[in-house]
């Protein structure tokens, strides 16, 4: 397996959890994993380095073996607005700049150390068209991605605050452990201070 100069070779644990993620999404024999094996590269990052940035092009697939990530723009008053969280044990991209390879309109920042495997973009396009399982992957994929985009925009919506943050609490209850007040209610859609009077209201019920 390919590594980055600098890193430390990833284990053996590391390999079974992104070849049983894999499989999670689509069926893959041993050829199959095997023609991953022979793409994929690891990657540490530190807390709050950027893995992309807006205007680059989205020229990988990430797999975050461990570690915490945040997806955000910066809107026209300059605010920084969270999109997406992905926790470890997860895919990471910007599919539509992947798929295109146009420059992306977001940030990747990490919110811890991370580690991740990377596969990039030519490789993966050689394995979309020698195998038909990874094929079926990259439509099972880009599935799976815009359902987890999509989610936050039917949220925005079609709940009020109070809704989405039960919402949240009930189906990503780890995000009020990780990540802070401040960019929870980016997230949200609301003020800091509106999520702050929303959770008060909430714990008198």
């Not at 999670?24 to 940035?53: C, F, N, R």
């Not at 992905?86 to 895919?91: E, L, R, Y």
């Amino acid at each position: 397996m390919k590594q980055r100069p600098g890193n430390t070779k990833a284990d053996e644990q590391a390999i079974n959890i992104i070849i049983a993620a894999v499989k999670s999404i689509a069926p893959m024999s041993g050829t199959d994993i095997e023609l991953m094996l022979a793409i994929l590269q690891y990657k540490t990052v530190k807390k709050h380095q950027l893995l992309l940035k807006e205007g680059e092009v989205s020229r990988n697939v990430y797999f975050l073996v461990s570690g915490f990530f945040r997806m955000y723009y910066i809107d026209f008053d300059g605010n920084e607005i969270n999109y997406r969280f992905t926790d470890q044990h997860n895919f990471l991209v910007d599919f539509q700049s992947f798929l295109i390879q146009k420059p992306s309109h977001f940030y990747w920042e990490a919110m811890q150390d991370a580690e991740l495997f990377v596969l990039p973009y030519r490789d993966i396009q050689d394995a979309y068209a020698s195998s038909p399982a990874w094929n079926n992957f990259g439509r099972l994929m880009a599935e799976h991605v815009y359902l987890q985009l999509n989610e936050r925009v039917e949220m925005l919506l079609f709940m009020n605050p109070e809704e989405r943050y039960l919402h949240l609490l009930k189906t990503k209850p780890e995000l009020f452990e990780k990540v802070s007040q401040f960019h929870l209610s980016s997230y949200m859609g609301v003020k800091p201070e509106s999520l702050s009077r929303l959770r008060k209201r909430l714990l008198k019920k």
